[in-house]
């Protein structure tokens, strides 16, 4: 399995970008998908996540501004991100715990992580 994030880049204060994680390979079943961010000299902190069951959860930061979504035919996660600040700046990363099979394991997969720069 291997997730491919995309859609960052710069934005102004105030702006919008809208972050996609697309998960390849074979999974049989996913438990939970989430976005986490890390800052330069910060540690990697969860942002939004969603479970299988389509319950959601934002850090205090981010609630009310940002949307995680996810379509499951697609194997597909969003991240829309509105009234954005320069405290968003990172390098966003997404996450998948799944398992590819009814026997294996259930693991964590992460994304490449793709930079975000809020800045005027």
């Known amino acids: 399995v291997q997730l491919q994030a995309s859609g960052g880049g710069l934005a102004q204060p105030g702006g919008s970008l809208r972050l996609s994680c697309v998960a390849s390979?074979?999974?049989?079943?996913?438990?939970?998908m989430g976005w986490y961010r890390q800052a330069p000299g910060q540690e990697r902190e969860p942002v939004a996540g969603?479970?299988?069951?389509?319950?959601?959860n934002y850090v205090d930061s981010v609630e009310g501004r940002f949307t995680i979504s996810r379509d499951v035919a697609k194997n597909t996660l969003y991240l829309q991100m509105n009234s954005l600040k320069p405290e968003d700046t990172a390098v966003y990363y997404c996450?998948?715990?799944?398992?590819?099979?009814?026997?294996?394991?259930?693991?964590?997969?992460w994304g490449q992580g793709t930079q975000v720069t809020v800045s005027s």
């Open positions: 969603i479970t299988s069951g389509g319950v959601l």
């Open positions: 390979g074979s999974i049989f079943s996913t438990e939970h």
């Open positions: 996450n998948m715990y799944l398992t590819t099979d009814n026997a294996s394991p259930w693991k964590d997969f």
